[in-house]
């Protein structure tokens, strides 16, 4: 599942291409969406951090995620620093995309509608995380 934590990040897509699997390569490098209610951290509540599943960079604490029904793990906070926003206007809509500062790769989006204290909701694919337990 998990890849080991590299500096050395890919430079060429081809690279990507043998790092990632199909699914995290279609999410993380071409924008992809997985499947509503498919990801495998959907329902996870251990404490923890979630990182990039392309370059282990802390993106997410367990504490911020929440149940949001919407069919993707959803936190209410980011690592500081560690998640860009880009306008996406892609599919006719106008969506914020969230992407790892350090690699570029796509996590997912950010909605005005999450809970206190930030009120915000960001909807991330589980395909472009990886999870470390808190030992
Ligand atoms: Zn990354």
């Known amino acids: 599942m998990s890849e080991p934590e590299s500096d050395d990040l890919p430079t060429t897509e081809e690279e990507w291409r043998e790092r990632l699997t199909d699914e995290e390569y279609h999410v993380l490098r071409e924008r992809g969406t997985e499947p509503k209610f498919s990801g495998e951290y959907l329902d996870q509540k251990a404490d ?3 990182v990039c599943g ?5 993106l997410f604490d367990a504490e911020t995620k929440f149940d949001s029904g919407c069919g993707w793990p959803s936190f209410y906070d ?7 926003r880009e306008v ?3 599919h006719g809509m106008r969506r914020i ?3 790892c500062a350090n690699c570029g790769g796509h996590l997912g989006h950010v909605f005005e509608d999450g809970p206190e204290p930030t009120g915000e ?3 991330i694919n589980s395909a472009a995380l990886d999870f470390d337990t808190e030992e």
Do not use: I, P, Q, W
């Open 54 to 58: 392309a370059c282990g960079a802390a």
């Open 97 to 99: 995309e969230v992407t």
């Open 48 to 50: 923890g951090t979630y």
């Open 88 to 90: 996406d206007t892609r």
């Open 78 to 84: 980011a690592v500081e620093g560690n998640v860009e």
């Open 121 to 123: 909701r960001y909807c």
